[in-house]
């Protein structure tokens, strides 16, 4: 059994109220400019971005606070704070309470709406910003990133600029949109749809020999995973015959379970990719709790969109992606290993081994669950973040890797050879 490492940060349901006020133009006058927009009449603006565990994390400042880690997730349409703790609550102005639901089999979330606040990202700026306080910290996600993580934004600010994500350089450039211009250069234009805060991308399919035309996928930078099908929606996607069943996915509810397997290959304009990992979530935790069910077909994730070069822009309702050529070749693979690491430690750089799958290279070479990762093939974790130590661990079937963990205060090397599952 392995583990879909992939993080679906979706909310189905979010009724955050927004009192009024004063007319836009007093607020213009006392606040500064509304909506978001960059200072000093800059025209654009870049920004360095930190990928971990296939998650884009940006700094935030919310009303003068230390720079905090955001997940930047085109599948959410407010801002969240998802760890409570690193803002004053005497200090925001909370209204109203209200419960959430999105992915995953656990109970609802509550959160309050918080208003009036003023929010930064190096030159780009909002003021009299609302969002949305989670009542208790989501702190599995500072574990799956291996930093800690303080929030997630995303449709406010896809919709107030022309966003482009470098992945190759781990650059975010906002650009006002009567300043971007599109050329060929820039790489293939694809109409996109905007509805109820998300982007959405129809694309060709190959599943088990058979092409599916049109399928309706999300956007979504918020999933970790390169392809997300929904077999349950209208059009009755099979699954592929060779699956594995993960141990489990990580969504805002809980736990999201499903299989994984290969489908032939996926259109994206002119760029076909082959045989590609996907994941088909169980309904229970996904397909009954989407509210656009029968109308999508599934996601695409930051495991496919890290090949290329992504421009969005939700003003002209188009996409634009750039191809990373060395991306282009390699391979989709899944974790070779069976061991599932999770970071901790008050800096999040001390990495634990969280599962084992049964029958796995890790469980013939007598790793366990609690056992610290200490150096693999001799260089030390502590020099690692939880990506890198994930990529070894897909570093090729057959493959061997020299672990030195610990256990019990004690110290001892394993050799993990890897093998290639699905």
């Not at 994206?268 to 088909?280: E, I, M, P, Q, R």
């Not at 109308?295 to 992504?310: A, H, P």
């Amino acid at each position: 059994m392995k583990r879909i490492k992939w993080l679906i940060l979706v909310l189905i349901i979010i009724q955050i109220y927004f009192p009024a006020g004063a007319t836009a133009a007093e607020k213009e006058k006392k606040e500064g400019p509304s909506g978001f927009f960059l200072t000093g009449n800059r025209k654009q603006d870049r920004i360095p971005f930190k990928f971990r565990s296939n998650l884009i994390i940006v700094p935030i400042q919310i009303n003068g606070s230390d720079t905090l880690n955001f997940i930047l997730d085109t599948g959410v349409g407010n801002t969240i704070i998802t760890d409570p703790t690193v803002l004053d609550k005497s200090k925001l102005d909370l209204k109203r309470k209200l419960m959430i639901e999105g992915l995953g089999e656990g109970k609802m979330i509550s959160g309050h709406t918080a208003i009036g606040n003023s929010l930064s990202m190096q030159h780009m700026q909002v003021n009299q910003h609302n969002m949305l306080i989670l009542d208790e910290p989501i702190t599995t996600l500072s574990g799956y990133a291996g930093m800690p993580i303080h929030g997630i934004i995303g449709y406010e600010i896809f919709n107030s600029f022309v966003v482009t994500l470098d992945f190759g350089k781990k650059e975010l450039t906002l650009t006002a949109p009567s300043k971007y211009k599109y050329s060929t250069k820039k790489g293939d234009k694809l109409p996109i749809l905007i509805e109820n805060t998300k982007p959405y991308l129809l694309a060709d399919t190959r599943v088990t020999g058979r092409d599916y035309k049109d399928l309706r996928f999300m956007i979504d930078t918020g999933a970790g995973n390169a392809l997300l099908i929904d077999h349950s929606s209208k059009k009755e996607i099979p699954m592929p015959a060779a699956v594995i069943q993960p141990r489990e996915g990580l969504g805002l509810n809980g736990v999201v379970k499903g299989s994984m397997g290969r489908i032939d290959g996926i259109k994206l304009g002119t760029y076909d990719l082959k045989n590609v990992l996907a994941s088909f979530p169980d309904s229970l935790a996904f397909g009954m709790k989407m509210t656009d069910r029968n109308d999508r077909n599934g996601s695409i994730g930051c495991e496919l969109l890290r090949r290329f070069k992504v421009t969005f822009n939700y003003s002209q309702h188009y996409l634009v992606l750039r191809p990373i050529k060395t991306r282009m070749k390699e391979s989709f693979e899944y974790n070779m290993s069976g061991l599932d690491i999770l970071a901790a430690g008050e800096k999040l750089d001390s990495y634990f081994i969280d599962h084992v799958n049964e029958n796995s290279p890790g469980a013939r070479a007598g790793l366990k669950k609690g056992d610290q990762i200490l150096y693999i093939d001799g260089t030390s974790v502590k020099d690692m973040n939880i990506s890198e130590v994930y990529q070894l661990m897909k570093k090729g079937d057959g493959k061997g890797l020299d672990v030195m963990v610990m256990r019990d205060k004690k110290s001892f090397f394993a050799m993990v050879k890897l093998q290639r599952i699905i």
